[in-house]
C-alpha cells in the first residue's frame, strides 16, 4: 500500500470533535501533534503518498504540514463545506490512482500491518475492509458483528459492552465501487455508506490486536502521552 487518504475534517461540534478546541488530531502528545504519529506509522508501512482530507482549520493545519514535511508527498483535498466522513473520501480519491486505497480516521492511531490488510481485503474481493480492534467494558463505541467467513453483518450504534469487536478506523476501500455505490454530496462513509453495504455481504472485517490509541477525549490523550514514543 503506498497511498493512503486521512481524514482529518476536524469540524468542531462534530461527533467526536468538542467546540472550541484544536482538532483532536492536532492535540499535542510528547510535544508533536497526535498526527505526526499517524504519519509516522504510515511512512513504516511504506506509504509514499498521503492525501489529507481536511475542512475545520485547513490553513493552520496545511501551514504545519508544509512546514514538517516527513513523508514522501503530501496532497491536499479541502473541503469548502463539510462534506461528512463519505463525502471527504469521494473527494479525496481523484488524488489517488490504486485501485485500493488505505483510509485512516485522523483522531485514531491503529498500528495494522496494512499489507496484511490489503491480503485479506483481495482475497475476499471486498469493497471495503475494515481493521476491528478488540474492546473490553465500554460504553463508547458501537459494535460490530462478523460471521466465521469475515463478512460483516452489522454496525451498531453505541452502547455499553463487555466484550466485543469495534470499527478500529482503518479501511482498505476499493475506491471504483466506492463511487460507484456512494451517495452525492454530503454522506457519513460509516452511515451512509458501510451500514448500507452490508446486505450485500461486500464488507469485509479483519480482527486486530495491534496498538490502538484513539485521541477523542482529554484521558485517552493522557493514555496517549504515556505510551507513545
Do not use: W
Amino acid at each position: 500500500m503506498n497511498e493512503a487518504i486521512i481524514l482529518a475534517g476536524g469540524y468542531p461540534g462534530s461527533a467526536r470533535q468538542e467546540a472550541g478546541t484544536l482538532p483532536n488530531f492536532m492535540q499535542l502528545i510528547k510535544g508533536k501533534p497526535f498526527l505526526d504519529y499517524i504519519i509516522q506509522y504510515l511512512k513504516k508501512e511504506g506509504v509514499q503518498k498521503i492525501v489529507f482530507a481536511l475542512g475545520y482549520q485547513q490553513l493552520f493545519i496545511r501551514e504545519y504540514l508544509t512546514q514538517h514535511e516527513n513523508c514522501t508527498s503530501f496532497v491536499f483535498s479541502i473541503e469548502e463545506k463539510r462534506m461528512g466522513t463519505g463525502g471527504a473520501i469521494a473527494m479525496a480519491l481523484p488524488y489517488c490512482k490504486n485501485e485500493n486505497i488505505t483510509i485512516l480516521n485522523g483522531d485514531i492511531l491503529f498500528k495494522v500491518p496494512l499489507n496484511l490488510l490489503l491480503k485479506s481485503h483481495l482475497k475476499h474481493k471486498a469493497v471495503c475492509t475494515v481493521a476491528l480492534k478488540p474492546m473490553y467494558g465500554s460504553c463508547r463505541y458501537g459494535l460490530v458483528e462478523m460471521d466465521a467467513r469475515h463478512v460483516i453483518y452489522s454496525f451498531q450504534e453505541k452502547q455499553f459492552f463487555k466484550v466485543g469487536l469495534i470499527n478500529g478506523g482503518v479501511y482498505i476501500l476499493n475506491q471504483k465501487a466506492f463511487l460507484q455505490n456512494a451517495p452525492e454530496g454530503p454522506f457519513s462513509f460509516e452511515n451512509d455508506f458501510l451500514k448500507k453495504q452490508v446486505i450485500h455481504q461486500n464488507i469485509f472485517g479483519e480482527v486486530r490486536e495491534d496498538y490502538y490509541a484513539d485521541v477523542e477525549e482529554r484521558t485517552d490523550r493522557q493514555k496517549a502521552e504515556i505510551e507513545l514514543s
